[in-house]
């Protein structure tokens, strides 16, 4: 049943049975039967805006020194260039890090099975103007990195054009997929990407500052001045690879039109491909989908429950409506079917969550958010 819905005149987000609205600054829970407000922080300033964050959960099984390093938090990266931890609770600011004053962040992501995360800067352009007035810029981007469990600093990295000369030009920096320990690059041109090991890059902190406090942040103490080795590159149909798992394992599809559909699984010993890799086809070729009638838009995985929720609209294009087919992830058997109460407007943003008992959507019209919250009501007496 739809039991919430909540407008803002700024983006709203999703993370862990919490919603976010007015740019991070109030936090409604959803564990409860209607969202509840859990925290309201003190209003910011343009230049402490949050620009992007994290949700973060220390392991069950770890000891750790302090005991705020236990709870849930929020690592916020501001607009002025400090990274906070705060209580995704309380909203209690728990550790703050200065990361610069001379380059500009703006993007935060995981890589979960080495406790790290990456700070990326925003990557410079070489813009029509600069190339006439004969401006050369070097700097490309920048990399912080940082261990959590507890928040340390590994420290900072620059690409620039002598890196990318150094990698034979086979750095994609808009999207660099980083692992610490191993650190994948693609190739411009063709769907080949290739696999380093990243500690063949890391020197000692610089001395003589103090790190992560202003004004002088965190020192450039990452050198790339040779290319490490190649641990192995590999050709991917679907234009990506996905690295993971324990032991390490790595994922894709080969560039071959009879491996269309298929998923290659291959594992990583002491770094080194081994011949153990097998091929994965899907358990099932297509869920039923007549365009005629119906068109998928978007397909949501809830890992807990091992379910499919998928949103389908009538057909018609515009403003209709929509409804979610779960389905057995096994099997692609549909369990159920929910209706969304709200019109579906494909001309507009739509974001949609499947979270244990709750399913959340969120869309944009125009200059307006709308969030609506549906939960799973038992209907025993």
């Known amino acids: 049943m739809k039991v919430w819905s909540k407008t803002s005149k700024s983006t709203i987000m999703y993370e862990n049975c919490k919603l976010y609205f ?67 609770e309380t909203g209690e600011e728990l550790e703050k890090v200065y990361l610069s004053p001379n380059y500009k962040f703006r993007y ?32 490309v981007m920048h990399i912080a990195v940082f261990h959590v469990f507890p928040l340390e600093v590994i420290g900072i990295m620059e690409i620039n054009k002598n890196v990318c000369i150094i990698f034979k030009n086979n750095l994609h920096v808009s999207n660099i997929p980083f692992f610490w320990s191993l650190i994948l690059f693609k190739c411009f041109s063709l769907s080949l990407f290739f696999i380093y090991y990243f500690f063949f890059i890391q020197s000692p902190l610089l001395s003589g500052k103090t790190v992560g406090d202003a004004p002088f942040g965190i020192p450039l103490n990452i050198q790339i001045t040779d290319c490490p080795p190649v641990l192995f590159k590999v050709s991917s149909a679907e234009n990506s690879v996905q690295i993971g798992g324990n032991p390490w394992h790595y994922i894709y599809t080969p560039p071959r039109k009879k491996d269309e559909g298929t998923y290659h699984i291959c594992s990583l010993e002491d770094v080194t491909v081994t011949s153990s890799g097998r091929t994965v086809k899907r358990r099932f070729q297509q869920l039923d989908d007549d365009p005629s009638q119906k068109t998928f838009r978007m397909v949501e995985y809830e890992d807990e429950l091992d379910l499919l929720a998928i949103v389908v609209t009538n057909g018609e294009e515009g403003e209709g409506r929509a409804y979610i087919q779960l389905h057995d992830n096994q099997t692609g058997q549909l369990l159920r079917t929910i209706d969304l109460v709200e019109t579906w407007d494909e001309t507009n943003k739509n974001e949609v969550f499947f979270d244990k008992d709750m399913v959340v959507h969120i869309e944009q019209k125009n200059a307006k958010f709308c969030c609506h919250v549906y939960k799973l009501i038992s209907t025993r007496s």
Not at 37 to 62: G, N
């Open 22 to 88: 007015e740019n991070y600054q109030h936090c409604y829970s959803c564990v409860h039967a209607e969202p509840q407000i859990l925290y309201k922080l003190p209003t910011r300033s343009k230049q402490e805006k949050i620009e992007d964050t994290l949700m973060c959960h220390s392991p069950i099984e770890k000891t750790l020194s302090s005991p705020s390093d236990h709870k849930p938090s929020l690592l916020a990266l501001t607009a002025n260039n400090w990274l906070i931890r705060l209580s995704a």
């Open 108 to 139: 935060l992501g995981w890589d979960v099975s080495q406790e790290t995360f990456y700070v990326k800067s925003i990557q410079n352009k070489e813009t029509p103007l600069a190339r006439q007035a004969g401006i050369t810029q070097n700097t």
